[in-house]
């Protein structure tokens, strides 16, 4: 991921190859998105990320550096009736092999940014008050 800075002419680049501040902990980055205040936020194979333009970084929400429990995030938006809170849908690549692979939904995430707190809502076939199936997706 590269950022351009048009005050300076300087361009910047973050991803996992990178070091120091300009790493990122993950593989594949996905989406970005800028919420109401702003803040830019950038979705990926291992957590979202929260772009920190007054010291030039990438700080880590929801990511690990377990491989085994990495989330893979997507399609951020924020909620327009409470800004602060955004929306993501979540899926998990499980690896049968090199070449075989599935991906499964794992929820609809709901992330508030001022407590940094998250709330998983789930399909659950037994509960009728969960989220109907299919809906996961934004």
Do not use: C
């Amino acid at each position: 991921f590269i950022l351009f800075y048009p005050g300076t002419g300087k361009f910047t680049r973050y991803g996992k190859q990178e070091s120091g501040e300009n790493h990122i902990s993950a593989g594949d980055l996905y989406n970005v998105y800028q919420d109401s205040k702003g803040h830019i936020w950038m979705s990926s194979s291992n957590g979202l990320y929260e772009f920190d333009d007054k010291n030039e970084r990438f700080t880590a929400q929801l990511a690990t550096a377990d491989f085994t429990r990495q989330k893979g995030f997507y399609n951020i938006m924020e909620d327009a009736s409470q800004p602060g809170v955004l929306w993501f849908t979540n899926t998990y690549f499980i690896s049968f092999n090199e070449l075989i692979g599935l991906i499964t939904n794992k929820g609809l995430w709901r992330f508030n940014t001022a407590s940094d707190s998250a709330k998983v809502f789930y399909h659950n076939p037994q509960d009728p008050a969960s989220i109907s199936r299919g809906s996961e997706s934004i």
